[in-house]
């Protein structure tokens, strides 16, 4: 059973920058896509995929939303997934969870693994 472990959400000023943190523990599967979605405050059903990348080939996808100010990446050894992102805006604040799923795609209504979420606010 893949585990997810996020960390790294707080509060930032508009413009400002945070870097998320997943750590990921019992692969089993051959591929992976992970990746993070955020939903915003009070709105549980609702959310994007912020980003994505394949454990082959290290594919990187982008709502984009975030495109040109977030990145996503992985350390290998350290089984850990990052995102980077700057330039943050107030409609960034959310929750964002660590998402995975066997395979090659995120997708927002079908990950198999959640981690718990980290709140990223960004307000002046």
């Known amino acids: 059973q893949l585990q997810l472990v996020e960390s790294g959400g707080g509060l930032v000023q508009p413009g400002g920058s945070l870097r998320l943190s997943c750590a990921a523990s019992g692969f089993t599967a051959d591929a992976y896509a992970i990746g993070w979605i955020r939903r915003a405050p009070g709105k549980e059903r609702d959310g994007e995929v912020a980003?994505?990348?394949?454990?082959?080939?290290?594919?990187?996808t982008y709502a984009d939303s975030v495109k040109g100010r977030f990145a996503i990446s992985r350390d290998h050894a350290k089984n850990v997934v990052y995102l980077e992102m700057s330039s943050l805006k107030p409609e960034d604040s959310g929750l964002y969870y660590c998402?995975?799923?066997?395979?090659?795609?995120?997708?927002?209504?079908?990950?198999?693994?959640w981690g718990k979420g980290t709140l990223v606010t960004v307000s002046s």
């Open positions: 980003s994505c990348i394949t454990t082959i080939g290290g594919i990187t």
């Open positions: 998402v995975a799923r066997a395979g090659y795609v995120c997708s927002l209504y079908a990950m198999d693994y």
